[in-house]
């Protein structure tokens, strides 16, 4: 493909218009989509599972032990943020026909991309060395198996699924693993909350200046709109569309109106899901670690010990339960979100429906990434301080990132038609502006 200056030329961006016209009039729109195993769930619902992973799950978890029900209030306010952002990257996808590194790859300068994808890359591996951790810590509350054992058996597993699983079996399995986030629902209702404190902690928000509110605070928003999320969701928009055979970018890009319709009540419902996980593991561990004085809690698997004396053995085992089940999905996603990104970067073929043969380096960034992941388990690093510089990357890479964002979903060369609305614009300024500004508020709280 001809590009000059980092655009494509008017040649190729009219054939590429004339091929999304081609494909809107003559290829059916939704039947990829409805046919997910899960009913109407598409990939939002994976989107959403992924966002609660066990490292997401330790910081809702500190949220409620350390502050109580003061941080409900921020779950309803997040919401639209997530449901926005994940719809935009969702957009990029689905109009472009391309994953978000490459469109930048496309489009804008490749010294923006390197960096992007860098940052990506180290922060996911981390990120997924502390679930695999985080999975095996859980499966020791169920099963007396050593933690290296079980860290190389999960390591195992995991690699397996992604790299001789179906794409089809793939979506299946991780739509029924986020499904069994609800363990958290259960969890709450048997720690027994008050719920005249659940609805005035919901309802009425809490401001305090201190430097520990604070950093509560913007972690928890940090992690509900991580970065590699924006990746993840454009990349399987992409996927969904090779899954019917549209191979090639001319017949991937462009979109219907009635396809951004049903993408946008998939993704609701995937963000619906993830904030509704966030408010009860918080209302979970309010409710009993907060009220006993247990307010050191540093990971998920610290919550699911210190739940079992004040909840029940069945709250304990729930909670342990979910942060196995969503690890599993959550590890896969982190592993091959930067593999997306590379692949799209270096032009290499990549999807997951594809044999490891015929997408050799794509696969192996994932074998790598994964390998590295469960390696960081063994070397002595601490979770916590390794979480900490993952933190930093993506707390910095988000607004830049989100900015991004917002100017692909405005550039008329690249989305034509689709561009953004006023109502949208108004929501993406409103989530990047918040994004920066909990940033900055990181640092503030850093340097303070």
């Not at 991937?252 to 609701?268: F, P, Q």
Request: neutral net charge; proline residues 5%; charged residues 10%.
């Amino acid at each position: 493909m001809d590009y000059v200056g980092g655009e494509a030329t008017p040649h190729i961006t009219n054939t590429l218009n004339r091929a999304a016209s081609w494909r809107e009039r003559y290829i059916p729109p939704l039947p990829s989509r409805m046919r997910s195993a899960l009913g109407l769930l598409g990939p939002g619902i994976i989107t959403g599972a992924a966002d609660d992973d066990p490292c997401a799950i330790g910081t809702y978890a500190k949220a409620g032990a350390s502050l109580g029900f003061a941080t409900l209030w921020l779950v309803p306010v997040m919401f639209p943020m997530m449901s926005t952002a994940v719809y935009l990257c969702s957009k990029i996808g689905m109009v472009s026909g391309m994953g978000i590194a490459g469109v930048i790859r496309h489009y804008y300068s490749r010294w923006l991309l390197y960096p992007v994808i860098g940052a990506l890359l180290f922060a996911n591996i981390i990120g997924a060395g502390a679930d695999l951790g985080a999975i095996a810590a859980a499966l020791r509350l169920l099963l007396p198996i050593p933690a290296g054992l079980a860290i190389v058996g999960v390591t195992v597993f995991v690699l397996a699924l992604q790299t001789w699983g179906s794409y089809e079996l793939l979506q299946m399995i991780f739509k029924w693993l986020a499904l069994a986030l609800f363990c958290y629902l259960g969890a709450a209702v048997l720690a027994k909350p008050d719920f005249t404190e659940v609805l005035w902690g919901t309802l009425v928000p809490k401001l305090h200046f201190s430097a520990d509110y604070l950093s509560v605070l913007v972690a928890v928003v940090g992690t509900g709109l991580s970065p590699y999320l924006f990746f993840w969701q454009a990349s399987q928009e992409v996927e969904e569309e090779i899954a019917i055979g549209r191979h090639h970018v001319w017949q991937r890009r462009g979109t219907s109106d009635e396809e951004l319709r049903y993408a946008s009540r998939d993704i609701k419902i995937g963000m619906f899901f993830c904030a509704l996980i966030m408010y009860f593991i918080t209302l979970c561990t309010g409710a009993t670690l907060f009220k006993t004085g247990h307010t050191e809690i540093n990971s998920a698997y610290d919550a699911a010990q210190a739940l079992r004396p004040l909840a029940g053995n069945a709250a304990s085992l729930l909670f342990a339960f979910g942060i196995i089940a969503v690890g599993l999905l959550a590890v896969p996603v982190l592993t091959t979100g930067p593999a997306y990104a590379l692949a799209e970067s270096f032009d290499w073929k990549h999807s997951l429906g594809h044999k490891p043969e015929h997408a050799k380096e794509f696969y192996a960034v994932i074998v790598f990434a994964t390998l590295v992941a469960m390696g960081l388990n063994f070397i002595g690093i601490n979770p916590l301080t390794a979480l900490f510089w993952a933190g930093i990357i993506e707390g910095l890479l988000a607004p830049p990132l989100m900015l991004l964002i917002m100017l692909i979903t405005n550039n008329r060369q690249i989305m034509g038609r689709h561009v953004n609305g006023r109502a949208l614009n108004i929501l993406g300024w409103i989530t990047t502006g918040l994004i920066l500004a909990a940033a900055l508020g990181l640092i503030w709280t850093w340097i303070k």
